[in-house]
Every structure is written in C-alpha cells, then in structure tokens.
C-alpha cells in the first residue's frame, strides 16, 4: 500500500524559514513527479513547487526565489525548504507523488506564518 507523510510544519515568524519533508513508500518502483499544493484559508488549493525524478522543476509565481524543492530518489523522499515566508503562505500543505500516473496524497502539514 502506497503512503505519503509530510512532516515539518508549524508556527513561524514573517522572515523565517521551515523545511518540510515527504517521504513516499509501499512501492518497488521508483515514484514519479514529487510536489507540494497548498490549501489556503480561502480554500483555494495551487501548485507550490513540483519536481521530477529526473531533478526538473516547477515553481508557483508567488515563491519563486524563496521556496527551494529538492528529492533524494534513493529515498523517495522531496523537500521544500521555505525562506522569508509572508503570511500569505499560510496554509496547509500536501505532499503528492505519482506512481503510474496515479496521484498518492499525504495527509498535509499546517504552517502558519504571523507574528
């Protein structure tokens, strides 16, 4: 059975940094694409950051230059290391992984930015 677990949400303040981790597992086969979405308070769920197992990547307009996403294959595992965080980025957070073009979701990580 495919699982997907995020870890590494929380309270931070505006300016600060978090790290989250995603680690996908059940399956003999590699995973494909690896990526974060966000639901926000408004209840509006966006692509944050995407990666395939091939290292390309995909970034939403409103992170570049802040967000990093980053996978260590022989783990199956993404990162997304989150700097200068804004308020805005106020969510809950999923973790996605494809495995035959079928989507696995985790259960999502809050991260609340205020001060």
């Known amino acids: 059975q495919v699982r997907v677990m995020e870890s590494g949400g929380g309270l931070v303040q505006p300016g600060g940094s978090l790290r989250l981790s995603c680690r996908a597992s059940?399956?003999?086969?590699?995973?494909?694409?690896m990526g974060w979405y966000r639901r926000t308070p408004g209840d509006q769920r966006e692509l944050v950051s995407s990666?395939?197992?091939?290292?390309?990547?995909t970034y939403a307009d409103s992170v570049k230059g802040r967000f990093t996403i980053s996978r260590d294959n022989a783990k199956n595992t993404v990162y997304l290391q989150m700097n200068n965080l804004k308020p805005e980025d106020t969510a809950i957070y999923y973790c996605?992984?494809?495995?035959?073009?079928?989507?696995?979701w985790g259960q999502g990580t809050q991260v609340t930015v205020s001060s």
């Open positions: 996605n992984a494809y495995l035959y073009s079928q989507p696995h």
């Open positions: 059940g399956s003999r086969f590699s995973f494909g694409t």
């Open positions: 990666i395939t197992n091939g290292g390309t990547t």
